[in-house]
């Protein structure tokens, strides 16, 4: 089974603190993923990457950054967190020959006061 | 015309019936269909997946797909209340191998 594990289940942070979000995966997956998902918008891709110390924009990625140090571990950065980041925060890992397949992790609500 | 639509629902069906959930998207090159299960303040989780035209079946479920119509299903017979959840649809897009999901349908099984 495909495991993908985010470091926390609920966080909650205050205004201008900066928030590491971890994603680590256990299946040598090349690909990785950070979503956030609202009520009525659905997943919006934040970043992605396609492999070790690669990073791709997705469709919202102000306000955000991300590291991949290492194949199996893909991090979400919040330089100075705002309010209008509170969200649920889903990361998901695919490998590119099982079809680009998107596997979760059990998601971080954040909420940023 | 967004990339890929669903009917956001809620869609409610009698426990025992058979639940259509429909999605329709707008690459035509698109090569690979998802279908997500999503409970309420959990993750998505894959159920099914479908590449060819035609149907597909695992269990209670059915995956539908007309490539010349630009539309998937799934069918969920003997609708069950643990069925009840959002349904995320997902296309791998052709142009680029990105995968672009639906805003999801609310399923609503009564019992």
């Known amino acids: 089974d495909v495991k993908v594990t985010q470091s926390s289940r609920y966080l909650v942070k205050r205004t201008g603190e900066k928030v590491f979000l971890e994603c680590v995966q256990d299946m040598d997956h090349e690909n990785m993923f950070w979503y956030r998902q609202d009520p009525g918008l659905g997943l919006r891709l934040i970043y992605f990457s396609y492999d070790v110390k690669m990073k791709e924009k997705g469709d919202i990625p102000e306000g955000y950054s991300v590291s991949r140090e290492k194949k199996e571990r893909f991090s979400l950065i919040l330089e100075s967190a705002s309010t209008n980041q509170t969200s649920m925060y889903l990361c998901?890992?695919?490998?590119?020959?099982?079809?680009?397949?998107?596997?979760f992790g059990a998601g971080t609500r954040l909420s940023v006061l | 015309q967004k990339e890929v639509e669903q009917n956001s629902g809620p869609l409610s069906v009698p426990e025992g019936a058979i639940a259509s959930l429909n999605c329709t998207y707008s690459d035509r090159g698109s090569q690979s269909f998802f279908w997500y299960r999503q409970y309420s303040g959990k993750s998505p989780e894959l159920i099914m997946f479908i590449y060819s035209n035609g149907d597909k079946e695992d269990g209670r479920f059915t995956a539908q797909l007309n490539k010349a119509s630009q539309y998937v299903s799934l069918l969920i017979r003997d609708s069950q209340p643990s069925d009840s959840a959002t349904y995320l649809c997902?296309?791998?897009?052709?142009?680029?191998?990105?995968?672009?999901f639906g805003k999801g349908t609310r399923l609503h099984i009564l019992p």
């Open positions: 998901a890992s695919a490998f590119m020959r099982q079809g680009n397949i998107q596997y």
């Open positions: 997902a296309v791998r897009q052709g142009r680029d191998d990105k995968i672009i």
